[in-house]
Every structure is written in structure tokens, then in C-alpha cells.
């Protein structure tokens, strides 16, 4: 599954995509660029309570809630300002 959005970035609107892990990590939103598939942030299920909600939750919600997340604190300006993939948890 994959949702594509838009976010204004130094007052220019850009193009990412948010999709779960493949494989045996699909307790994982990788967040990425559309255009480059470049990932920027990945989101990993982290502790008996991340665990669960990845289980639980449809995977519509655990992406949409990523999307939120890395807005909220500014985690995909940060990866494209210092070039590193930033992590946190779901």
C-alpha cells in the first residue's frame, strides 16, 4: 500500500510518497520522495505497545499517522536538510 501527498517545503510544494515495509518488516512506513524514491524517514514499530498497533491497525491508519508524525516534527525537512535517513517510532 502506498499514499502519495504533498508538503510545502521552503515555499515549495513537493511530492512524497509513504509506504509500508516490504518482507519480514512490515512493521516499518518508509517515508520517500515520488520523484527519486529516495527514502527520508522510516517509522519502525518499536516496544511491546508499537508492536501492537502495528498489528492491529489497518495499514491505511499506520501510514496516515506516519504522514502526521513526520510533519508534526519536521522529520522530512531534517532529512533533506542534512541528507540522513531519520528514524522514529510508529
Not at 29 to 57: P, Y
Amino acid at each position: 500500500m502506498i499514499e502519495n501527498f504533498e508538503q510545502m517545503i521552503d515555499g515549495q510544494i513537493m511530492r512524497f510518497c509513504a509506504s509500508l515495509g516490504e518482507g519480514e518488516s512490515t512493521r516499518r512506513v518508509l517515508i520517500s520522495r515520488d520523484d527519486s524514491a529516495e527514502t527520508l524517514v522510516v517509522f519502525d514499530a518499536a516496544g511491546l505497545l508499537g508492536t501492537l498497533k502495528a498489528d492491529m491497525e489497518p495499514p491505511e491508519k499506520l501510514i496516515a499517522d506516519a504522514i502526521r508524525k513526520a510533519r508534526e516534527e519536521g522529520l522530512i525537512e531534517r532529512a533533506l536538510d542534512t541528507g540522513t535517513i531519520q528514524n522514529a517510532s510508529l
